[in-house]
């Protein structure tokens, strides 16, 4: 495992657009496995940067997103799909029938994970995956438990998640109660691994995750044994790690 310690955040967002747009240069047609909240957000915007400046092409990519929440129509704001065009493929040439999520609105979960581990097997794996890190530990929505759940599935989102997600939607009813994710097998076979990770409120979780012990009540704790993982922090971030 690699630690690229930057100073804030915009520094930590430009180092993660830098290994990304390595990575579509290097491979024009890539997988890309892409994550959704606020962390990546700077990192989407300095590739926007460089597409803008004609650095980068992404004519040939493909990607693939961690997850998505059930229940949520695409053109709904919260929906991770909907993030994803607002914030990166409005914004480059991505060819959109090329990027992948989670189906939010397939009411039959076992169908909507079926379908989803059939589109990531038929891309033929993901070459980098950028992920977000999560207070509890949590990647994807692979929240703590105990055992690491392997493929695409559907996740009850704890309560404390759905009160913490309240606040963007009119009422608690409202906020969806479950969710699709990538299983941590998959996140495991993407060939490079780029966690981003901002601010003092994710130091604990960036120290169990990175330096304690590897066990499914922390689940980003198996990207310990990934062979090509780089973990992007900024100092805040890494204010536990000695
Ligand atoms: C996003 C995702 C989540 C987030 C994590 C951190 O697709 O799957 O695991 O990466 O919750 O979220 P932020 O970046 O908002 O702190």
Redesign the pocket.
Known sequence: MVIIKTKNYEEMSARAANIIAAQVTMKPNCILGL??????IGTYAKLVEKYNAGELDFAGVTSVN??EYKGLPKENDQS?YYFMHDHLFSHINIDQRRTFLPDGTEPDAKKACEAYNDIIHSVGGIDLQL????HNG????NEPDDCFALETHCVDLTESTIKANQRFFASYDDVPKQAYTMGIKTILQAKKVVVVVSGADKAEAVYKSFFGPVTPQVPASILQLHPDCIVVADEAALSLVK
């Open positions: 994550a959704t909240g606020s962390t990546p961690l997850d991770y992920l977000g890190l999560g949590h990647i994807g929505f």
